[in-house]
């Protein structure tokens, strides 16, 4: 009788977990939803899938660290931060991703209709911020400013995942303000780790295979392996500035 009582208990919590978990994928407006475990490491072998899975455990959110995902188009960058935000959410941390794209529209929105610092608190409200696709589209001056005020009520209190397309050393042109740019990277750097992706684009792995596309964008230097630093303390920038990019 008993058993059965602990067992109706233990259902009754995860049918709330799972609740939880629905309501909070939702609340998290992931472009798709999935996980570390249909990530093939084997494509990327320079990735360090050891690293990825600790941070998978999500002890950098309760720390307030941050997780820069840099690397060219296709190599997994959208699916390793989602796969990290899902991870997250199943331990009850809320979520919530954005294109930087969606945030410079959703800015243009917010500053028509008056409301730029509700949104700000919104998006400072989830422990946990994915910011995809940094560097695809250029940020007009009223969005950078956003971005850079959204990054500094963050720090050290909720974690952001950021990814990019774009080396640390080209943020200036992609803000149109170098200062700025320094400044955003000085807090967003501070405790973080950069996950640096060099390998090949995931998307193209069939046609490549096909002989249907050859990369237009290769340069003649060899691919280096994948790297990824862990920083903390002044000199984050001086560090990750050497990140020569794609
Ligand atoms: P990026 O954000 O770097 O441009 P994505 O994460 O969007 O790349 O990856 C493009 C597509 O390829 C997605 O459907 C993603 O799930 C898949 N993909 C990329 N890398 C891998 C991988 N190593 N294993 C499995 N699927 C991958
Ligand atoms: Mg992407």
Redo the contacts with the bound molecule.
């Keep these: 009788m008993w058993s059965f009582w602990i067992v109706c208990k233990a259902l009754e919590v995860s049918a709330r977990v799972e609740r939880d978990v629905t309501m909070k994928t939702r609340l998290a407006r992931f472009p ?1 939803v ?1 996980t570390l475990d ?7 072998p320079a ?1 360090n899938e050891a690293q990825i899975r600790e941070l998978a455990a999500a002890r950098f959110v309760a720390h307030g660290e941050n997780i820069l ?1 840099l ?12 796969s990290l935000g899902v991870a997250a959410i199943l331990q009850g941390i809320s979520v919530v991703f954005f294109t930087v794209a969606d945030l410079v529209d959703l800015v243009q929105q917010d500053v028509k209709e008056d409301r730029l610092d509700r949104r700000l608190h919104a998006l400072c409200t989830p422990k946990l911020l994915i910011l ?2 940094m560097g695809y589209v250029p940020l007009d001056q009223r969005s950078a400013q956003f971005l850079f005020r959204l990054i500094s009520r963050r720090y050290q209190k909720g974690s952001i995942i950021l ?1 990019s ?1 774009k080396s640390y050393g080209e943020w200036g042109d992609v803000v149109s303000d170098y200062v700025l740019a320094t400044a955003m990277l000085d807090r967003l750097l501070h405790y973080s780790t950069t996950i640096n ?1 060099r ?1 090949e ?3 193209l792995r069939e046609k490549r295979r096909a002989g249907v596309f050859h990369d237009l964008t290769a340069k003649p230097v060899k691919a280096g392996p994948s790297a990824s630093r862990k920083t903390q303390g002044a000199g984050a920038i001086e560090a990750d500035s050497r990140y020569d990019g794609l």
């Design positions: 798709f999935k249909q990530f093939d490491f084997s494509f990327q990735l995902l690397g060219p188009p296709g190599v997994g960058k959208t699916h390793l931060a989602v995809d696709e990814t397309n992706i390998g684009s995931y998307r």
